[in-house]
């Protein structure tokens, strides 16, 4: 008999890639996923910590699974509920405590221990907590994702983060810096491309502080792999993400100049304009580090958009060190970005540090970051009207023949093409530019695949 699985997740793209894993290693134990949560024998809530209210959020979701689980009893059938993700690697047995409801608490390095856990849980009443960072990798025991789920495709290189940001979590959520080794990558890559990916973006914590086994006994940056990848047949785009400003080293620069299948969009988080937040923050880079890596990008792919994170009302961010950040903006230009206010989180060291920003303070200076970065996209996107560009299809769109598809720049592209089909590669001229999409009309075919955007 088959079980029916319902993952929930939140956060980042390592956590969505995280959650296909899952479903994939239970579908092995005979659980099939299922988008209803009404028809579930198992909830997987696969959470995310990196803000303020993370958890509380998780516990307020899970109130609501035990009433639909208690509603189950009633009618004589069952619910099983398993937290997995940052939230269960930081709370671990308080999780129990609080909501001991709870049948099973996974870390993330632990999720090819879930059927497992699952198959136990039948045997003993408590729930079951498993947040170790065990020795063996995760990697080698899940399935590789088996079908990508459109014609664009995550693949985990590289988890776990060393940096130690004072405000951030993930070191302590998801553990050391870790790389796969290239031949699982490349072996996964090229299984992707044969089930129809024509684009991998290839995911970490810390991206390119990638530094994987080689069959030869060395080891490769994220440059050298991504040379690699660029020779698989049918692998048209390759994007990465999360980068460092710290690790863009000469040979993922030289890729960028070399490889037409790296697409020309770079998610670089800064956090901050100012040299002294940038310290206070750890960064281990300052302002003037990120605007001369910025340059040498551009110098090498001219076409290159970049993206952003950006963190206001640090401890102890004063006026001029946040119009320093807006200065930092001004001079890069950036396509898009990411912007929050300041937010403690408990066990890093940036929560206990003095000269906390006042609540309406932070919130003045998002709205005045925002609306630049905003004004910034917006220049971005109209700068594209006119352009001729590579559109990648990913879905049908609302009315009859039109689609959607991205951009190199990732900007989602509404067109008209009934003759067209998902994972197809087509020239578009961009007519117009909305709030958050652009409208392109078609001006050639659809591109034999396997050829570079
Ligand atoms: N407060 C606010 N923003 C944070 N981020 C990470 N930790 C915090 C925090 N404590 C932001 C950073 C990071 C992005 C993923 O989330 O900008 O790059
Ligand atoms: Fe967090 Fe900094 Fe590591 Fe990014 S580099 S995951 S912000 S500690």
Excluded at 37 to 62: F, G
Excluded at 186 to 194: F, N, S, T, Y
Excluded at 306 to 324: H, K, M, N, R, Y
């Amino acid at each position: 008999m088959t079980k029916k699985l319902f993952i929930k997740t939140y956060g980042c793209q390592m956590n969505v890639y995280d959650s296909e894993r899952m479903a994939g290693a239970l579908s092995a134990h005979g659980y099939a996923a299922t988008d209803q949560i009404e028809d579930a024998d198992l909830v997987v809530l696969n959470t995310c910590h990196i803000r303020e209210k993370a958890a509380e959020k998780v516990y307020s979701e899970l109130g609501r699974m035990r009433l639909l689980r208690d509603q189950r009893r009633a009618g004589g059938s069952d619910l099983t509920i398993a937290v997995a993700g940052c939230v269960a690697q930081a709370e671990g047995e308080a999780m129990l405590q609080r909501a001991p409801f709870i049948d099973v608490v996974v870390g993330p390095q632990a999720y090819h221990r879930l059927p497992e856990m699952l198959a136990q849980r039948g045997r003993v009443a408590s729930g079951i907590v498993d947040t170790d960072f065990p020795v063996e990798s995760k990697f080698d025991e899940l399935p590789a994702v088996s079908t990508p789920s459109g014609p664009s495709a995550f693949l985990t290189v590289q988890e776990g983060c060393d940096k130690f940001c004072t405000f951030c979590v993930v070191p302590y959520t998801r553990g050391a810096e870790t790389s796969r080794p290239v031949a699982a990558i490349l072996a996964e890559a090229r299984q992707l491309a044969d089930q129809g990916a024509c684009e991998i973006t290839l995911l970490g914590q810390n991206v390119n502080a990638f530094h994987g086994q080689a069959a030869d006994g060395g080891t490769w940056g994220l440059g050298r792999l991504i040379r690699s990848l660029a020779e698989i047949e049918g692998l048209a785009r390759i994007r990465y993400t999360t980068s460092h400003p710290r690790d863009v080293d000469d040979e993922l620069i030289a890729a960028h100049r070399d490889v037409p299948q790296l697409m020309p969009f770079l998610h670089l988080p800064v956090q901050s304009g100012s040299d002294t937040i940038l310290a206070a923050m750890n960064r281990k880079h300052r302002a003037e580090d990120y605007l001369r890596i910025v340059d040498r990008l551009r110098e090498a792919r001219p076409d290159l958009a970049l993206s952003s994170d950006f963190i206001v009302g640090f401890p102890g961010e004063t006026d001029q060190d946040f119009e320093a950040t807006l200065r930092l903006v001004e001079q890069v230009r950036f396509a898009q970005a990411f912007s929050f206010k300041y937010s403690p989180r408990p066990g890093t060291p940036a929560s206990l540090m003095k000269k906390q920003v006042k609540e309406s303070v932070k919130a003045e200076r998002l709205a005045a970051l925002q609306e630049l970065l905003e004004r910034q996209r917006r220049s971005f996107d109209e700068n594209s009207v006119g352009v001729r560009m590579d559109v990648l299809i990913e879905r049908d769109g609302r009315d009859p023949g039109s689609k959607v598809g991205r951009s190199p720049w990732l900007q989602i592209v509404h067109l008209d093409g009934p003759d067209l089909s998902v994972g197809d590669l087509v020239t578009v001229e961009i007519t117009g530019s909305h709030p958050r999409s652009l409208a392109g009309r078609l001006v050639s075919p659809p591109e034999k695949r396997g050829r570079a955007a």
